[in-house]
């Protein structure tokens, strides 16, 4: 029966294709999303609700009978959305403030693998910025050095000498720009990245097709880190051994540690694994779905993904595996010029409604019946194809159909896998 009612917490292209799936749900009746944006708008009702005001949100649910809400953002559930949510008896897809730790906390993510057995870059952890540089000027460059807690995605750097790493560690330690905490020093690994997302319920894991996202600014993996560029599945540098590898001895091992460690997981636990010379190690984790990741992945999905996040977020065993569909995707996202640093918004967007794919919203608003810019990523272009090729031939073609004076994108999307096919 189609009569539920869902909430997502969030406001980017991420949570646009949450929305976008759940609006294939045929039991989902009305959807709406906080803050929401332009583009989830012709989906669902925005409320004038800020992700981070977990008290206004759960008021939100209460007095409007909310089913199932499901959270997008890591900041969200940093503040404890889905430990207050609970607490008041609402249904949530998320992670407890505890199991977020995974993400939120570098150092609580390293001793999860280490006491586990889960295989990452080996490491040391510093609050004492004298410390932190002796050690660091004893080791061979590059270094890894991140942030312990949430950065908004700019808390790593690659030190390439002792200048930068010196800069770093000044930067997180002494002028506490992320706020008071530590840095955990890794050793630099070599190897294509890629992202494992599934969905986790305690011990049961539910994978989602691989996904390749682009960090870099500009083509050939050039210029400076973004939130991401563009993102497609179907990694051929990824064999059957490696995928089977990657399940079982980090994501299902991972979550079967959560849980003997009393907090377990109930929501995406986002793997950004790469493929060493050694093998597959941990990068990082995430507590939630990746982005731009989510914009090719969900696409994908057949199964009812209502019944995944409900299932989920009770800590249930899903009755079948969630169906995927064996086509592939890729997405390139519009930028303002200057992204990811200084922009200026406020420029129309046209030809939109040329486009024969799925665009997802980023940072947009409407002025009466115009388009606008409205942020850094601006939105994404996804299509479906029979394999890479002709996906990413369909891709660039609607892209070009997109006007505006202010926006770029890179032409090089998934240029790794097709490097990897000529090999």
């Known amino acids: 029966m189609k009569d539920k009612k869902v909430l997502v917490v969030g406001g980017g292209g991420r949570e646009h294709a949450i929305v976008d799936a759940l609006s294939r749900s045929p039991q989902v009746a009305k959807i709406f999303c906080a803050p929401g944006n332009a583009g989830i708008s012709s989906q669902a009702e925005c409320i004038a609700i800020k992700d ?33 949510f609970r607490e008041a008896g609402l249904k ?10 995974i993400e939120t906390s570098k150092e609580f993510a390293k001793r999860i693998m280490l006491k586990y057995g889960v295989p990452t ?42 200048d930068e790493a010196d800069a770093a560690l000044k930067d997180m330690l002494l002028d506490s720009r992320f706020g008071e905490g530590k840095v955990v020093v890794e050793d630099y690994m070599t190897g294509p990245e890629f992202s494992f997302m599934c969905f986790v319920s305690g011990k049961n894991v539910y994978p989602m097709p691989l996904s390749q996202d682009h960090k870099r600014a500009f083509d050939g993996d050039n210029g400076p880190n973004t939130g991401g560029m563009g993102a497609y599945t179907s990694l051929p540098f990824i ?22 460690e009393g907090c377990p997981l109930s929501g995406v636990l986002y793997g950004g694994l790469m493929k060493t010379p050694q093998g597959i190690k941990v990068v990082e984790f995430n507590a939630r779905f990746g982005d731009p990741e989510t914009e090719v992945v969900l696409p994908l999905l057949k199964s009812d993904i209502y019944d995944v996040f409900l299932a989920v977020a009770a800590g249930c065993e899903l009755t079948e595996e969630p169906q995927w569909d064996d086509a592939v995707t890729i997405g390139v996202v519009l930028a303002s010029d200057g992204y990811p640093g200084s922009y200026e918004k406020g420029f129309e967007i046209t030809g939109c409604d040329q486009v024969d794919g799925i665009l997802y919203h980023m940072g947009t608003r409407k ?8 942020g850094g990523r601006v939105m994404m272009c996804v299509v479906k194809g029979n394999d890479l090729s002709e996906a990413r031939d369909k891709v660039y073609n609607e892209v070009a159909r997109i006007s505006c004076p202010n926006l770029f994108y890179r032409k090089d999307i998934a240029h790794i896998a097709f490097q990897a096919d000529s090999k």
């Not at 460059?141 to 000498?161: I, R, S």
């Not at 051994?241 to 991972?254: G, V």
């Open 52 to 84: 981070t005001d977990i008290e206004a949100l759960k008021l939100f649910a209460l007095a409007n009978g909310i089913d199932l809400t499901v959270v997008g953002p890591e900041a969200s559930l940093a503040r404890g959305i889905v430990d207050t």
């Open 121 to 162: 870059a080996a490491y040391r952890t510093f609050t004492d910025y004298s410390e932190a540089l002796e050690y660091v000027g004893g080791r061979p460059f590059p270094t890894v050095l991140k942030y312990d807690g949430l950065a908004a995605g700019k808390g790593v750097v690659v030190a390439l000498n002792m």
């Open 92 to 101: 949530i897809f998320g992670h407890t403030c505890d199991a977020s730790r």
């Open 367 to 374: 002025d009466g019946e115009k388009l606008l810019t409205a």
């Open 239 to 260: 064999t059957e051994d490696d995928w089977k590898f990657a399940f079982e001895e980090i994501i299902c091992r991972t979550a079967a540690g959560m849980e003997a």
